[in-house]
T-cell receptor, first 115, second 111 residues
Framework: DQQVKQNSPSLSVQEGRISILNCDYTNSMFDYFLWYKKYPAEGPTFLISISSIKDKNEDGRFTVFLNKSAKHLSLHIVPSQPGDSAVYFCAASEARTGANSKLTFGKGITLSVRP | EPEVTQTPSHQVTQMGQEVILRCVPISNHLYFYWYRQILGQKVEFLVSFYNNEISEKSEIFDDQFSVERPDGSNFTLKIRSTKLEDSAMYFC?????????FGEGSRLTVL
């Protein structure tokens, strides 16, 4: 049961261009969404999050957009840099806080930024 | 910067053996988690732990698995009798509120 879906397994973009990573979810109880970045042999690293009361959150080169009616979110990276090459996981939670707010992860998208 | 630390980084064991994976969460965090990632698959939730008890566990977390916080700093995952399919990266995570902070993972290889 894939509650968080990242349908594209990989994405390749040119350095300096925009990277758009997409994520869909099915659980309407999800109200907190996060993006994690993962390099090989390392743990996931938090990138950016968004609460369901917002439709956009920006942090430097990273912007996350949330479309609740479509149950869709996307991560925009602009400009993309070679160091951004990693696996990006979308994750969702039914609550931002609380003992039961576990994260449900998507399968991840491998981003390659070409110099 | 505070971080979650995990030991060992890699453990090789024979099927049927017991394994203990150790984690030191960030010191002021109250919620602790174990996740795992089988090679090529997604990161899967195993268990969450708060106030010295399990708050939620997944179907994967069967009777062969247990967690413990034996003192004020360590958080351990024990697999009583390992199976081949337990081979994976095991990630510990902790949080105060909001995002989870993950350790670098312990790679478990069951032969």
């Amino acid at each position: 049961d894939q509650q968080v879906k990242q349908n594209s397994p990989s994405l390749s973009v040119q350095e300096g261009r925009i990277s758009i990573l997409n994520c869909d979810y099915t659980n309407s109880m999800f109200d907190y969404f996060l993006w994690y970045k993962k390099y090989p042999a390392e743990g996931p690293t938090f990138l950016i999050s968004i609460s369901s009361i917002k439709d956009k959150n920006e942090d430097g080169r990273f912007t996350v957009f949330l479309n609740k009616s479509a149950k869709h979110l996307s991560l925009h990276i602009v400009p993309s840099q070679p160091g951004d090459s990693a696996v990006y996981f979308c994750a969702a939670s039914e609550a931002r806080t609380g003992a039961n707010s576990k994260l449900t992860f998507g399968k991840g998208i491998t981003l390659s930024v070409r110099p | 910067e505070p971080e979650v630390t995990q030991t060992p980084s890699h453990q090789v064991t024979q099927m049927g053996q017991e394994v203990i994976l150790r984690c030191v969460p960030i010191s002021n965090h109250l919620y602790f988690y174990w996740y795992r990632q089988i090679l090529g698959q997604k990161v899967e939730f195993l268990v969450s732990f708060y106030n010295n008890e399990i708050s939620e566990k997944s179907e994967i977390f069967d009777d062969q698995f247990s967690v413990e916080r034996p003192d004020g700093s360590n958080f351990t995952l024990k697999i009583r009798s390992t199976k081949l399919e337990d081979s994976a990266m095991y990630f510990c995570a902790s949080r105060a509120a909001g995002e989870l902070f993950f350790g670098e993972g312990s790679r478990l290889t069951v032969l």
